[in-house]
């Protein structure tokens, strides 16, 4: 059983799409979502340098478009699940059948200049934890005032909160992590900070009209295959505000009895975090096209 999963934000990189755009087709099908958005996706995944490319605003519409571009390389294929990490849900949804590609790109792009928008009120920001116990880091995180945003599995635990708390964190480690690393991203996603970019939101989802899954779509909220597309599109909207999951997305993986993973672009983080959590698992990155013949061998072998 073959699960595709979409990565989230800070797996993007200058010139990651290059390549991707070079497909038959793809720059067309590349222009047309820019305009449809108002955003030059072509540029920002060309030419843009880090900085321009970490604006949420512009990275999480590049990361949907990434996704769906390599998906649709890999050819008709029929996994058994879906899955993305924060953002990457979008792509999922679209994969899924839930949104079509253009509602998609749509509503990612009102999603990251919300979460953009409500990152600005507050200075807020996420570290990355390494080592430790989920059982005794959780605690200690909302002691600080701190919400672990996301739950990856592996042990790896990102923490979101203010500045000062990110700081308190920094000076009073929970007991057996053993560095806790800033990561250069705009705000606290995933956490209450991100209340308005929900509201705004689920304004926004008012106007799709979401289909039922037409294969099993595992959410970050808590591991669940949601059969419903209302209760996706519900999902997609409240996952903004709320912690992504990721450990309880992959016990659902096992217990679907998946045999591979395929993360579709830009690949490599869910790949590594599945390594460690899914043994026996067969797994591969989509980092550029040179990875699709290897790939379309595995869902050869392991698609429905």
Not at 3 to 31: H, I, K, Y
Not at 79 to 107: F, K, M, N
Not at 286 to 293: F, S, V, Y
Request: hydrophobic share 50%; net charge negative.
């Amino acid at each position: 059983m073959l699960v595709l999963v979409a990565p989230g934000q800070g797996s993007q990189t200058p010139g990651f799409l290059t390549e991707w755009l070079e497909l038959p087709g793809a720059a067309d099908r590349v222009a047309a979502w820019s305009d449809a958005i108002g955003l030059d996706l072509a540029h920002y995944g060309t030419k843009a340098d880090a900085d321009e490319i970490r604006d949420t605003a512009v990275a999480q519409p590049l990361l949907v478009a990434a996704g769906l571009l390599s998906a649709s390389a890999l050819g008709d294929i029929d996994p058994g699940a879906v899955a993305g990490h924060s953002v990457g849900e979008i792509t999922a949804a679209a994969l899924s059948g839930v949104l079509d590609d253009a509602a998609a790109l749509s509503l990612v792009r009102k999603r990251g200049l919300a979460m953009a928008d409500a990152a600005a009120i507050t200075e807020t920001g996420m570290a990355a934890l390494l080592g430790g116990d989920p059982e005794v880091t959780v605690p200690h995180l909302e002691k600080l005032g701190l919400t672990p945003a996301n739950i990856n599995g592996g042990g790896q635990i990102v923490a979101a909160g203010t500045m000062e708390q990110i700081a308190a964190l920094e000076a009073d480690k929970p007991e057996g992590v053993r560095r806790v690393v800033p990561l250069k991203v705009a705000g606290a996603f995933h956490t209450h900070h991100m209340g308005p970019a929900v509201e705004t939101l689920a304004e926004a989802a008012k106007a799709l009209a979401p289909a039922d899954p037409k294969v099993a779509y595992v959410s970050n909220k808590d591991g669940e295959a949601v059969a419903s597309g209302a209760e996706v599109l519900e999902r997609l909207v409240g996952q903004v505000a709320n912690p992504v999951r990721w450990d309880l997305c992959m016990e659902t993986f096992k217990e679907l009895g998946v045999t591979a993973l395929v993360e579709l672009c830009p690949g490599g983080t869910l790949t590594g975090l599945a390594k460690r959590a899914l043994p026996g698992v067969k797994t591969l990155a989509l980092k550029t096209p040179a990875d699709l013949d290897a790939a379309r061998e595995l869902v050869a072998e392991h698609a429905a």
